[in-house]
């Protein structure tokens, strides 16, 4: 990350800290309303340092891993075939539609009921919320495959499996990868939501203890830093990925 693009991201958050500071001196909120960014600071660091957040995070990270893992995998066969076959097309898309239309949040206790209040159904949660902006970007990147690219293949009387992974797969990466890059960020959001419809452990229980018997507002805004944290890691390395992959083309 070059110079053009730090100093842009550190003055823009210097701004945002010195209006959140602002807002709460002007307007006299106490800390259980809303606390100051050195409030925050302070909670979090004692928060790490307590290892109050480090066993809620490693649950929460295990099922984002696993639902971003499953629910891609899936999205990526289905988006496939969505693309290569109009038949399935018509017959499937209504449905994944509606799924996606229809909110997680409401979805979630459902799931959770079904699946158990354990780790497979936030893993559920998260491939499901996963699965839609990867299959449509999977769909889409193998659509737009150069024709041309693809008679050449069979010119060259390459098989199947050969023109898919040499050919379309690489040929559909940069929105396929666009597509993960959304995905991983809602799989922490489906993570969180699987965490309040049922948990014992994990950031969004964090959360509910923060807000509720414990009654530490800075402990929640603490939590709160560490999903978006995680959520931009997350985030960074499917960049990476993509401009190691991409790029190299």
């Known amino acids: 990350m070059g110079t053009r693009t730090v100093l842009p991201v550190a003055a823009a958050l210097g701004v945002f800290l010195i209006a959140w500071k602002a807002v709460v001196v002007i307007g006299a909120y106490p800390v259980f309303i809303l606390p100051a960014p050195e409030v925050v600071a302070d909670r979090f660091i004692r928060a790490w340092v307590e290892g109050t957040i480090q066993p809620h995070l490693a649950g929460t990270l295990q099922e984002i891993l696993l639902g971003f893992a499953t629910g891609a995998g899936a999205a990526l066969l289905v988006g496939y075939v969505l693309a290569r076959s109009p038949l399935v097309e018509r017959l499937i898309s209504p449905y994944i539609v509606a799924a996606q239309a229809t909110p997680i949040l409401a979805l979630s206790p459902l799931l959770v009921l079904w699946f158990g209040p ?77 965490e309040w419809a049922g948990a014992d452990r994990g950031l969004g229980v964090l959360i509910n203890l923060a807000r509720g018997s414990l009654f530490d507002i800075p402990l929640l805004f603490a939590t709160l830093l560490t999903i978006a944290l995680v959520g931009m890691a997350l985030y960074l390395v499917v960049v990476l990925l993509e401009r190691r992959f991409v790029g190299a083309r």
């Open 118 to 194: 354990g780790l497979l159904g936030k893993v559920v949660i998260c491939a499901l919320i996963v699965f839609f902006p990867v299959a449509v970007a999977t769909m889409v990147g193998i659509r737009s495959v150069d024709k041309r690219l693809l008679e050449l293949g069979r010119s060259l009387r390459a098989n199947r499996r050969q023109v898919v992974l040499t050919l379309e797969i690489p040929a559909a990466l940069p929105s396929i990868l666009g597509g993960m890059r959304v995905g991983v960020t809602l799989a922490v959001v489906g993570a969180i939501v699987g």
